[in-house]
């Protein structure tokens, strides 16, 4: 895929990919306090589906201007459609989650409902102090219908959860922080600076390893731990045959920063 033309040809978003291999994309509707319609769904689903994944180390995720990552679904989007076609609005979500590199949510101002998906959806978030998290589905008679629920369950646990789900409030990076929904809440004088360091980690990291570690730790949740246990084992063996590996043993002896090429 040509990501200058792919960001040429797509209105809400912008995209780019340097020769790090890291991949940003913004949600680029800052008018609508970068709202998330279709051509955000479908345009974050056509890049991820298309993009090659051997040119990618990381991808981050962030929105347009500093009032909000996303404020959450463009609900016209949604409004008019049958109870089927409403669930085709979902996809985006699960394509962010299964993406096999690192992903990132980088979160200033309101990150609210679908724009909560969708940075739930990634692997990390890192937030400014001034941004705001929450589920306001309730208010519409909705509920979260990107994975929210499920997701955030695992993540804050099923009584933090509720609060947020039934109640439709916003809280605070800091207690965001607190609760595990963020990895980390920082001033927003020291958000750029943060979020390159977590960026410089991932694209300099070794891809086979950080790819096996991912798929290991996703699968987690749904196996049980001798299952779990038995696949980290597979991927450790796995990587002890690989040059990322014998790059690091050099580079360890020689006190370099190891040059993992993915192989």
Not at 106 to 122: S, T
Not at 137 to 164: C, D, M, N, S
């Amino acid at each position: 895929m040509d990501i200058s033309a792919f960001d040429r040809e797509r209105d809400a978003l912008a995209v780019s990919l340097d020769d790090r291999g890291h991949l940003a994309v913004t949600i680029d509707r800052p008018d609508s306090l970068n709202a998330i319609d279709d051509a955000v769904r479908e345009g974050v689903v056509d890049l991820l589906r298309g993009v090659d994944d051997d040119e990618v180390r990381c991808v981050t995720f962030e929105g347009a201007g500093d009032r909000a990552f996303s404020a959450g679904a463009d609900i016209e989007s949604v409004a008019d459609r049958t109870p089927a076609e409403a669930m085709d609005v979902t996809p985006m979500y699960e394509v962010v989650a299964d993406y096999p590199r690192p992903t990132l949510a980088a979160v200033r101002g309101y990150c609210l409902g679908g724009g909560h998906e969708l940075a739930l959806a990634c692997d990390m978030r890192v937030a400014a102090t001034d941004a705001e998290f929450g589920f306001p589905e309730v208010g519409l008679g909705l509920l979260p219908g990107g994975g929210g629920t499920q997701r955030l369950v695992r993540l804050v646990g099923e009584g933090r959860a509720k609060e947020l789900v039934f109640r439709g409030s916003h809280i605070d990076a800091e207690r965001a922080a607190d609760w595990g929904l963020v990895n980390r809440a920082v001033p927003p004088a020291e958000f750029d600076e943060t979020v390159e360091s977590y960026v410089d980690d991932l694209v300099n990291g070794p891809p086979l390893a950080l790819k096996a570690a991912k798929r290991v730790v996703d699968a987690a949740e749904d196996s049980s731990l001798a299952a779990g246990t038995a696949m980290e084992s597979q991927a450790f063996g796995f990587l002890t045959t690989t040059d990322d590996f014998a790059e690091g043993r050099a580079a360890f002896r020689e006190d370099r920063d190891p040059d993992f090429e993915g192989e």
